[in-house]
């Protein structure tokens, strides 16, 4: 099925949605693309639309929050952009105390309950970050007590002498409950080294002892020798290496499966001078309190490079570096899957061995958003979806992998792509997964859809272990054990 749109806006990294909105047993479909956010029926007939962002929205960066926030058994959904955050009812109407401006802009938005009230809450980050970067507010618009965290006061640290907040340019959010206590706490990560763990009171955690100097963990610098990281400084600025946030979509999962959950974040690699900035991209997993887990006592280093640190010619953005967490084996340990910039897709295990590689491009100007995964196949074994995205017209496709890496299919994308991470999910209610891809652009002339529906005939809904972007469409990259 093809989703055709009548205003040929652009699609940026905003995954499409499939959600049951009003309520009658069967899925809409819901697509942000440039500055309008569209409902359409499971037929592809368009339902409504949201056009009052678009004259201050140039684009939806990041992708639709879908939940029940007001506790009324109907869907909400709340959409960010440029510097403003709406909710919008199930009809497509601005509910009371929305929007709320923070400030331009806004590519970070996810759901949690994080002043532990029962009811969700919307957090949000800006790619400014003065007086900082994070704020939150409540179901009803008002803005949470201790947010935004260094402008309330919150904090814990003294900003720019022992920690350091820079703009979150990407989708930097992940939300979950970081220390077991039963409390959501927050993961924002940022355009630097240094990423922060929050309560929901606007507090960041305490860094472990190790970290001389740096109290709170928004204050370690996240170099690759452990030792440098714990004295805060590099000894060699020239080929000592570091990590760089500004990409990076942090997730929250037990990836071990010891019953504690870990932050895992994957960041663009270079050296502390920070003038040799292409060297790949490294694989942290750290507790709450910054320390490392074994196997990730340095980070696992995909070195290689060929292409995705920076945005190319035609509004093509630099890759978002996020990690899909899942059990992909049956074995005990979920494994990560992600994109490098060296034109594969690697998994990694929980011990911090390489489960295997493969390469999708040789092109340094193809690029992928992330991976999903679910079971395809009907026999229980998860697959790999990706779409590749490109300034060179027929240059990008759709991908799926068996859990082994190996390539299943890879069908051919039109234009430029796709940038957003697909969506696995059943949009007509029969009982199997389609794949819903939100394309790069449609130009006027072109008669070429918005978003295509794929069906997969074999499939089966009861496997999506991370059907969408940021694994939910609460977008708070919680993997949650029962």
Not at 369 to 381: A, N, W
Request: glycine share 12%.
């Amino acid at each position: 099925m093809e989703l055709m749109d009548r205003r040929y806006e652009s699609g940026w990294l905003s995954s499409p949605v499939a959600a049951d909105l009003d309520g009658d047993g069967v899925n809409e479909i819901l697509v942000a693309r440039a500055g309008y956010f569209t409902v359409f029926d499971a037929e592809g007939n368009e339902r409504w639309r949201f056009d009052e962002a678009a004259s201050i929205a140039p684009r939806f960066w990041s992708s639709p929050v879908v939940a029940d926030f007001r506790d009324d058994e109907r869907l909400e959904i709340v959409l960010a952009g440029g510097g403003q955050v709406w909710m919008l009812d199930s009809d497509g109407n601005v509910l009371s105390g929305w929007p709320r401006e923070w400030q331009y802009e806004l590519r970070s938005v996810a759901a949690g309950d994080v002043n532990d009230d029962g009811q969700l809450d919307v957090i949000v980050a800006s790619t400014r970050h003065e007086p900082d970067i994070l704020t939150a507010y409540t179901a009803g618009g008002d803005t949470i007590a201790g947010f935004p965290p260094a402008g309330a006061g919150a904090i814990g640290c003294n900003v720019r002498e022992n920690c350091w907040i820079a703009g979150a340019y990407d989708q930097n959010l992940a939300v979950g409950d970081l220390d077991g206590d039963g409390r959501q706490d927050i993961v924002a990560t940022q355009d630097n080294a240094y990423t922060g763990f929050y309560r929901g009171n606007g507090e960041l955690f305490d860094s472990n002892p190790m970290f001389e100097d740096r109290p709170k963990t928004l204050g370690v610098r996240y170099l690759h020798d452990l030792r440098l990281a714990q004295q805060g400084f590099a000894d060699d600025e020239s080929s000592d290496l570091q990590a760089h946030f500004t990409n990076t979509a942090p997730t929250i999962a037990d990836i071990d499966e010891d019953g504690t959950y870990e932050v895992i974040l994957l960041a663009s690699v270079q050296n502390a001078g920070q003038d040799r900035r292409e060297q790949g991209v490294g694989l942290w997993v750290v507790r709450h309190d910054a320390t490392r887990l074994p196997g990730f006592e340095t980070p696992f280093h995909s070195d290689e490079y060929l292409g995705g640190l920076w945005d190319l010619d035609g509004n093509i953005v630099a890759m978002t570096n996020q990690v899909t967490v899942a059990n992909i084996d049956g074995a005990r340990g979920k494994e990560m899957i992600y994109a490098g910039f060296d034109g594969r897709i690697h998994a990694v295990r929980a011990d911090g061995t390489e489960f295997w590689a493969v390469t999708y491009t040789n092109r340094p100007d193809v690029f992928t958003g992330g991976v999903v995964v679910g079971d395809l196949s009907g026999d229980g074994k998860p697959e790999i979806v990706f779409a590749t995205y490109s300034p060179q017209g027929g240059q990008s496709d759709l991908f799926i992998l068996d859990a082994g890496g190996s390539i299943l299919h890879q069908v051919k994308l039109p234009r430029l792509g796709s940038m957003a991470v697909p969506t696995l999910a059943d949009v007509d209610g029969d009982g199997t997964v389609e794949i819903l891809v939100s394309t790069r652009e449609t130009p006027w002339d072109s008669g070429e859809p918005a978003v295509l529906v794929y069906s997969v005939a074999s499939s089966t809904t009861g496997c999506l272990l991370w059907p969408t972007a940021r694994g939910n469409l609460y977008r708070n990259a919680w993997v949650r054990d029962p």
